[in-house]
């Protein structure tokens, strides 16, 4: 659940929209989530999703892991976020606006120490390979389950 409800732009006076927009993207921060612009100490796991109740989701159910989520909406956000700073591990889908393998290549170099974990709906057997060149710690098809990417995640922080 997101902390503010935002109303169709298309039902809603842009004054009263973009207002909201700026809230979300210089930082808020409920119920162990982080939004863009926070600082961030401990554990961060950096959430790149595009679909909103996707990302809500993952959030909730990662969230009671008891670390810090920092969630962005497409690749460019992620790529800045890296840039500025470095999280704990990136969880990330792999289609979505910017996305695709050559921003999985850039987050690589931008994080080469940081796992990161791959998800998507389109995958095959030569997008997981590719994906695990580039050096990918682990791969998941959606729909994920959340157990199994709980587990991963607590394996991955642990070894690092």
Known sequence: MHPYPVSSPFKTDTFQVWPLLMLWTIGIHKQGRTYMGDMEAGVVLLLVEDDADMRSLLCDELSEMGHRIVEAADADEALKYVRDRKP?????????????????????????????????????????????????????????????????????????
């Open 88 to 160: 704990s591990l990136i969880m990330t889908d792999l289609r979505m606006p910017a996305g695709g393998m050559g921003y999985v290549s850039s987050l690589r170099k931008s994080a080469p120490d940081v796992p990161i974990i791959l998800m998507t709906a389109f995958g095959d057997a030569k997008t997981k390979a590719e994906a695990l060149g580039l050096g990918v710690a682990a791969y998941f098809d959606k729909p994920v389950r959340i157990s199994e990417l709980k587990q991963k995640v607590e394996q991955l922080l642990s070894a690092g």
